[in-house]
């Protein structure tokens, strides 16, 4: 897919796409000016999207594309790495960033974010198994401050394939 096409089945312009190649803003490695895209790259910039404009405001550009880089690891070892893959789940799959703080023995801070890849309903569990690691101190006294971004996957999975669809395009294989 030519890079048109991917930011027209993203919901984004092709000069928003432009804009975060060039800011280093993009949900996956930049594969340069010429490079053949496929439908995960768009699949990935309709869930940063999302994410940036969230019904609370959303976050930045640079912690979407964070967030979608590195929840797309646990997503697609789950689901796989096609829109396809989480269509037609009987619960839609999610990804999401939790950022965690918790103190040392000393009294310093540490913060750290938790990524999350699968339905809403497993996200208490999730953060509870953040949290199991009793030989750190600051896990043992860690509690999550604030959930950043959460965002639907399987209903930006389906945005993106019925905008492919109006445009004729193949969906193809998708890249990892």
Not at 8 to 21: D, E, F, M, P, S
Not at 73 to 82: A, F, K, Q
Not at 89 to 113: C, K, N, P, Q, Y
Request: hydrophobic fraction near 45%.
């Amino acid at each position: 897919m030519k890079p048109a096409a991917v930011a027209l089945c993203a919901g984004i312009t092709t000069k928003r796409l432009h804009q975060l190649r060039d800011r280093a803003q993009l949900p996956y490695p930049n594969p340069g000016f010429r490079a053949e895209l496929d439908i995960s790259h768009a699949w990935r910039l309709r869930i940063q999207d999302a994410a940036i404009n969230g019904p609370s405001g959303g976050i930045g550009p640079d912690d979407a594309a964070g967030m979608v880089s590195n929840a797309w690891g646990y997503l697609s070892t789950r689901y796989g790495t096609h829109p396809n893959d989480v269509v037609g789940l009987e619960v839609a799959a999610w990804i999401g960033a939790i950022e965690f703080a918790g103190t040392d023995r000393h009294g310093e801070v540490e913060r750290w974010m938790g990524w999350f890849a699968g339905p809403v309903a497993e996200l208490q569990d999730f953060i509870a198994a953040q949290l199991a690691d009793p030989t750190s101190e600051a896990l043992r006294n860690a509690h999550p401050v604030k959930v950043l971004a959460l965002v639907n996957v399987t209903a930006a999975a389906l945005t993106v394939l019925a905008r492919a669809d109006e445009l004729g395009l193949d969906r193809g294989e998708a890249q990892s």
